[in-house]
């Protein structure tokens, strides 16, 4: 196995003086909105679903309310804090500063006014309707979608060059990651933000839209959420990455399939059959990465096994690993046609969203953001006993929030499967005087009552999460505590 770069192998102590403000910048506001767009999910929860419209008015009903959701946890919190985490360890594992620190100003500059203006101004009726590719083109005279994408040209720029003027030959796979993630952004972003409406109208412009939807998480948030497991739970654990043999395979795997699969969400769709069938085998050959992200993350920390109950940052990213073997089990049987003519269009793919998007990727960027902050701010976490309850609390609130909406969304399915069935008129009219589709989303009611709840507990702890992180920023540790032994690798 040819010997590669391993963040664990940098020295602590290094001549070379990084700028972490970029990092800050990113981070801290993303962390507010994380909160912002959890607040508004769970509003969503009790107001759309539990006690509909309790709160009623044009702009707080459920159309207007979920696209703000979406661009707070999408775009305002994982995108930006992937990209903040970009900032601090691609430097790191380069041996250089960033690039240009300036640029990193100057694409901050029209990274949130871009994003924050056009996120909070769908309610008003600037988004068009494409799911996660609802940000405005203009909000007044300010070109929303232009200068996100000049942001992330800088980023991108940013990145690249630091990349290109390191001083460690050998990369390591974190940094290939970053690189296929700035290429694959790009692209995916080109598309669902553009190119979509020079599609003509009708099917193929549904297929561009989920080619969009799928590799929003397959091409931007998968290698940037495996980039930071990559990094930091060698970090965390201290112990070289098991195998790169298999990282690189991963990396190469999602290169290859992760592109072709967005069409298994239009199984039985007006769509070509060759296509549904090609999507269906991309999907079910997506064992192939995920195994490998697998294994070698239980590989890497087994030898250090005691680092997962002694740090709340290691656990985060090792349930996130589970989480990801779970929605990449789910994504490709979900696929096949017999069981998708069940599970599509149910609340089984908003709960098969939330565990990519939040149960895996949020959970990494969580751990990373807990080695960052230490290291940025030079003070010790202010809190582990807080780190330990987010954690908890987290894991504690997801179970009934995903599982609600997993067997809720197989039973609603199975309940359109048959409510209109019959080989005669006499049968099928009976059947819909039987249980009508009314009946079939009320009998929901209960799925989504624990989905509101383990949505509120999951509010709490990344409150308890930013409490944590804020007071580590701004408060002057009186005696340094003793820290559990992720908490004291403060190194960069």
Not at 286 to 296: C, D, E, G, H, Q
Request: aromatic content about 18%.
């Amino acid at each position: 196995m040819v010997k590669m770069l391993n963040p664990t192998d940098i020295p602590v102590k290094q001549a070379v003086k990084y700028d972490d403000t970029p990092v800050k910048i990113m981070l801290y506001p993303a962390i507010i909105f994380m909160i912002l767009g959890m607040t508004v999910g769970v509003f969503i929860a009790f107001n759309g679903f539990v006690y509909p419209d309790y709160f009623s008015g044009e702009y707080v009903h459920f159309g207007k309310i979920r696209p703000i959701h979406v661009g707070n946890v999408t775009l305002l919190w994982l995108l930006s804090a992937n990209i903040g985490l970009f900032y601090y360890f691609v430097p790191r594992l380069c041996g250089v500063p960033l690039w240009s620190s300036r640029l990193a100003y100057v694409s901050a500059s029209f990274w949130w006014p871009s994003l924050i203006i056009g996120t909070y101004s769908m309610p008003w009726g600037t988004n068009f309707g494409w799911e996660y590719a609802e940000l405005p083109m203009w909000v007044g005279w300010l070109p929303a979608k232009f200068f996100f994408t000049a942001a992330f040209i800088m980023v991108a720029v940013n990145l690249y060059a630091t990349i290109a003027t390191r001083i460690y030959e050998k990369m390591y796979v974190s940094l290939w990651y970053t690189m296929g993630t700035m290429i694959w952004t790009s692209f995916t972003v080109l598309v669902g933000f553009f190119a979509i409406n020079w599609v003509p109208e009708g099917i193929s412009r549904v297929n561009v839209s989920f080619f969009y939807i799928h590799n929003l998480v397959g091409l931007i948030f998968t290698p940037m959420g495996l980039a930071q497991a990559y990094y930091f739970l060698p970090k965390l654990a201290n112990t070289p990455i098991y195998s790169h043999r298999l990282s690189m395979i991963g990396f190469w795997s999602i290169a290859f399939v992760y592109a072709w699969i967005g069409a298994h969400h239009i199984i039985h769709g007006p769509v070509s059959q060759w296509l549904q069938t090609t999507s269906i085998v991309f999907s079910i050959w997506l064992f192939i990465p995920v195994w490998t992200v697998v294994t070698n993350l239980f590989a890497t920390v087994k030898p250090h096994w005691s680092s997962f109950t002694q740090s709340a940052p290691v656990r985060f990213i090792m349930m996130g690993n589970i989480f990801y073997l779970l929605t990449c089990i789910q994504g490709p049987l979900m696929a096949l046609r017999n069981v998708n003519e069940i599970t599509s269009k149910t609340d089984w793919i908003i709960g098969h969203s939330h565990i990519s998007l939040y149960g895996t990727f949020t959970f990494f960027a969580i751990a990373g953001i807990y080695q960052v902050i230490p290291v940025i701010t030079k003070k010790p976490l202010w809190s582990t006993a807080l780190a330990n309850w987010h954690f908890s609390l987290n894991l504690l609130g997801s179970i009934p929030f995903l599982l609600s909406l997993w067997i809720g969304g197989f039973w609603q399915g199975m309940e359109w499967a048959t409510w209109a069935d019959g080989n005669t008129y006499a049968e099928f009219h009976h059947q819909l005087t039987r249980l009508s589709f009314v009946d079939t989303i009320a009998s929901m009611h209960p799925f989504w009552v624990w989905r509101a709840i383990g949505g509120c507990i999951v509010l709490f702890a990344n409150v308890l999460f930013a409490i944590n992180i804020f007071n580590t920023i701004v408060l002057i540790p009186v005696v340094k505590p003793t820290l559990s032994p992720a908490f004291s690798k403060v190194q960069p």
